[in-house]
């Protein structure tokens, strides 16, 4: 038998088989090969790794597309003897890169987690268009089309559907079942796929998935988020002339410490004039669209989330800095455009990835009991898609699967926000008291001022990341600040269990022309004495915490509109309303719940000049000024929050 293969074209001279089966006969046979001498090198120790090689062949083809476009793509197939065994698909696209390239190169992670190896699936990673060994041209979170006339018309939608229609067609011993998942972008293009997908996509999992990216990732109620956007596109936003296997180098930071690189650059037009020298076009366009404007609505994914009739399993993270916004928006998503659809969220204590990262026993200081990330794998995401991919009878989960916080125990609802959680409003009220009794508001203001110059610090750690850990963050650090107003409930008698989004209802004044609001939630630990000197001290690395919950912000100007910025009239009163996001969290008997008021937060969130000018990218350094802002505290005008309490 003699056989020719050209992988890029699927070129085959064969005998007695088909073209992919000969593709995955040559990969089998050097990758047996190459990898036994990589092996030998003792290259690969890694037990799983080990695992995959030894179970799994892999092959490498470039899918065409509708349009003439290919689409690089590895495939790992169970490499079993009995030829009458079956196997679903699991897909991945990704604009990350599908590497390692080479059939002798092999991923050391195949599935979510290591049960799905052992279960043997056909595993598929795609390079999107326009990245890395894929065709075509990249656009970041390409806009949605909601019809398409002609071969020339694609977007995400397209390209999963004709991905799929190739891979039921052509890979061997497919059981004609495909399921997708992904976390972060490759969490986007799941939710793509899903939309008007091909037949054979009967199950998606869109993990932390970008939904509306001018609300997740890089804004914040149209506050910027500095590292983030800065980290993030100094290396994925270098052009890509041509497919190569080579990811683009991050920016060579000078110091560790974020928070004084981030100051010393600047306004944000420095940006291009120090550093990226305007060869970055996603940051041109950030530059260009400082509102909420077509560009961005464009990129929204959320209105386009229709006709799904792959059952859907969203995951998230309570404390992922990244992509809170995006699975707790799609699923809503989903849920409301699909009423006929399986749809089930599952919101785990996590930064962004955590669940397939780490057991996911601590966050910071936040310790969870036990392996949350591994009893969700075991017990949720794995029989989701056995269930949906092989028919299995697993128990499929509940419509929501939460983690509650400050308690530490799933719990499982039919709706979220739960329907039971009652409202409860606590006012921002004299003396620094956070009280559910109105009249104790008084009749006053609290002012603080504000200093772009010395802005308040989000992390007491030293990165030029943006910090995982903030999220659980003790912010003592913060609260003897002057200019951080601190609120506290009386100590609690009894747990407090709130269950759902947090409204935000300030009535404030400023000296200037904008200004941001940043609230937080804090969980306020019991202090313990200490012994004296000499002594064995009682108190712990909890006492007296304050440990962050949640934190949001909103940029004044975008007070009514995020499409049409406005400036602040000094000295006016005005209502600063917003929401901020989901939490599922018990406060303790013993515990204070704190409320943090500050108009900085940075690096994570870009200084606001405090001056209004139209596009805070073109602010010079001139227009960042001092301020004096104030919370009115008034029987017509009360600042509070609104509490889901879960009885």
Known sequence: MVIRIAIRGLEVARWGMPPFAAAMFFGAFLGVFLGSLHDAKGQQTDERAEYIRANYTKSEVKIPMRD??????????????????????????????????????????LGPSPEFEKNKYIFVFQDVRGRYMSEGEFLNMRPHLRSKNGKEQVDESSDT??????????????????????????????????????????????????ADWFFDDFHR???????????????????????????????EFPTRDGYQFFLDLGPLKNVDAKYFKDEIGFWNDLESHPNYDEFWKARNILPNLQNIKAAVLTVGGWYDTEDLYGPLATYAAIEKQNPATSNALVMGPWYHG?????????????????????????????PFFEHHLRGTDHVLPAEMTAFETGANRWRQFDTWPP??????????????ALSPIKELVGEGQDIFPSDPRKPVPYTMEITNAWARDYVTEDQRFASWRPDVLVYRSEVLTEAMTVAGPIPVDLWVTTTGTDADWIVKIIDEFPGVSGGGRGKEPKENINSGRQELVRAGVLRGRFRESFAKPIPMEPSKPTRIAFELSDIFHTFQPGHRIMIQVQS????????????????????????????????????????????????
């Not at 290919?70 to 890169?97: C, E, G, H, Q, W």
């Not at 936003?237 to 080579?246: L, N, Q, S």
């Open 354 to 382: 955590q669940w397939a990262g780490d057991e996911g026993r601590k966050l910071g200081q936040a310790d969870f009991g036990f392996a949350t990330s591994t009893w969700y794998q075991q017990n949720i995401l794995l």
């Open 600 to 647: 900085s937060w940075f690096p994570f969130i870009d200084r606001n000049p405090q001056k209004f000018v139209p596009n805070i990218f073109e602010a010079a350094d001139e227009d960042f000024q001092p301020a004096v802002h104030s919370i009115l505290r008034r029987p017509n005008a009360p600042s509070l929050i609104e509490l889901p309490i879960l009885h």
């Open 68 to 109: 003439g476009v290919t689409l690089f793509t590895a495939i790992y197939a169970p490499n079993d003897i009995d030829p009458s065994k079956v196997y679903p698909v699991l897909m991945t696209r990704t604009p990350y890169s599908v590497g390692p390239y080479g059939l002798s190169n092999y991923k050391t992670r």
């Open 419 to 432: 329907k039971q959680a009652e409202k409860a409003r606590f006012y921002l009220a004299a003396n620094g």
């Open 161 to 210: 559907y004709d991905t799929i229609d190739w891979i039921v067609r052509n890979i061997p011993r497919n059981n004609g079942r495909v399921g997708q998942w992904g976390i972060s972008y490759p969490g986007f293009y799941t939710s793509a796929g899903a939309i008007d997908s091909h037949p054979a996509l009967v199950a998606v999992s869109p993990q932390a998935p970008i």
């Open 221 to 251: 109620n149209g506050a910027f988020v500095l590292p983030m956007g800065f980290n993030f596109f100094a290396s994925f936003g270098k052009a890509r002339p041509k497919p190569t296997t080579e990811n683009n180098p991050g920016f």
